[in-house]
């Protein structure tokens, strides 16, 4: 339907823009130039903005509807969920690590799978603010660990906050094994709960190495608070049901990409 209006101000467009988007899942430059009546020139300069903004995911030739990342459940309950790809991915950052490192190991139900696939025997120094990878570790005579304490997350099980930051900047590793709520390949990691977003932006800064694992689920959303530019990881681990074009937008930034 062609909507005609000289004097349809920028941010009214860009208000109609993004129902379009958001109601058809996709629109292309041609469609809205003709829907608006203003150039393909200007519909471009509006989705390079709204875009920008995180309204909506430039594409070739037009826009898709960016996903917004649901509120996460309790780790708990995330535990069953894609539980094989968590286990592959799992034993794959397992098989990164050597005896005698010193490594980070996040919360969240992912990287948890990291500690279950340790190799017998290992000798590490393991840092970690996660209670369930404390409880995993707690009887191997060869890990020694470093607990970080703090503010208590409960759905986590976890500690997150101020101190919990401040004691994780007094330490090096030469991995950081993290898991993410929502990986976009503009918009970065982003999540949705501050405290926890400040304690994981302190854990990427003592790493060597940061590998963000993550099964397919997690990427082409956004949540509401960002982590971390894509390029502040060396690596992603995540399953083969990730889409082609997101595993060739993340190896074109110069990301260590393993497929399991």
């Given at each position: 339907?062609?909507?005609?209006?000289d004097?349809l101000?920028r941010?009214?467009?860009?208000?109609?823009?993004r129902?379009?988007v958001?109601?058809?899942?996709q629109v292309?430059?041609?469609?809205?130039?003709?829907m608006f009546?203003?150039?393909e020139?200007?519909i471009?300069?509006?989705?390079?903005?709204?875009?920008?903004?995180?309204?909506?995911r430039?594409t070739h030739?037009?826009?898709?509807r960016?996903?917004r990342?649901?509120?996460?459940?309790?780790?708990i309950?995330?535990?069953?969920?894609q539980?094989?790809?968590?286990q592959?991915?799992?034993?794959?950052?397992a098989?990164?690590?050597?005896?005698?490192q010193?490594?980070?190991?996040?919360?969240?139900?992912?990287?948890?799978?990291?500690?279950?696939?340790?190799?017998?025997?290992i000798?590490?120094?393991?840092?970690?603010?996660?209670l369930?990878?404390i409880?995993e570790?707690?009887q191997?005579?060869q890990?020694?660990?470093i607990?970080?304490?703090?503010q208590?997350r409960?759905?986590?099980?976890s500690?997150?906050?101020?101190?919990?930051?401040?004691a994780?900047?007094?330490?090096?590793?030469d991995?950081?094994?993290?898991g993410?709520?929502a990986?976009?390949t503009?918009?970065?990691f982003t999540?949705d709960y501050?405290p926890?977003?400040m304690t994981?932006?302190?854990i990427?800064?003592?790493a060597?190495?940061v590998?963000?694992?993550a099964d397919?689920?997690?990427f082409?959303?956004?949540?509401?608070v960002l982590?971390?530019?894509?390029?502040?990881?060396?690596?992603?681990?995540?399953?083969?049901?990730?889409p082609d074009?997101?595993?060739?937008?993340?190896?074109?930034?110069?990301?260590?990409?393993?497929?399991?």
């Amino acid at each position: 339907m062609l909507i005609k209006n000289d004097n349809l101000l920028r941010y009214e467009r860009h208000i109609r823009i993004r129902s379009v988007v958001e109601k058809q899942g996709q629109v292309t430059v041609a469609e809205l130039s003709e829907m608006f009546d203003v150039s393909e020139a200007t519909i471009r300069r509006d989705l390079e903005e709204l875009d920008g903004l995180g309204w909506v995911r430039r594409t070739h030739g037009g826009a898709v509807r960016l996903e917004r990342a649901a509120r996460e459940l309790p780790m708990i309950q995330r535990v069953p969920e894609q539980q094989e790809a968590k286990q592959r991915i799992g034993a794959a950052a397992a098989g990164l690590i050597s005896d005698g490192q010193t490594v980070f190991l996040g919360s969240g139900s992912t990287v948890l799978e990291i500690a279950r696939t340790l190799p017998e025997g290992i000798r590490l120094t393991v840092i970690t603010n996660s209670l369930p990878i404390i409880n995993e570790l707690a009887q191997r005579e060869q890990i020694e660990m470093i607990v970080i304490g703090g503010q208590f997350r409960q759905s986590e099980l976890s500690m997150v906050g101020h101190v919990a930051e401040q004691a994780i900047l007094e330490f090096r590793a030469d991995f950081a094994f993290i898991g993410m709520h929502a990986v976009d390949t503009f918009h970065g990691f982003t999540n949705d709960y501050l405290p926890e977003t400040m304690t994981d932006r302190a854990i990427i800064q003592i790493a060597h190495q940061v590998v963000v694992v993550a099964d397919h689920t997690k990427f082409g959303r956004v949540s509401s608070v960002l982590v971390a530019p894509l390029t502040s990881a060396k690596t992603i681990i995540t399953d083969k049901e990730l889409p082609d074009d997101t595993v060739q937008e993340l190896r074109d930034v110069g990301l260590d990409l393993i497929l399991v």
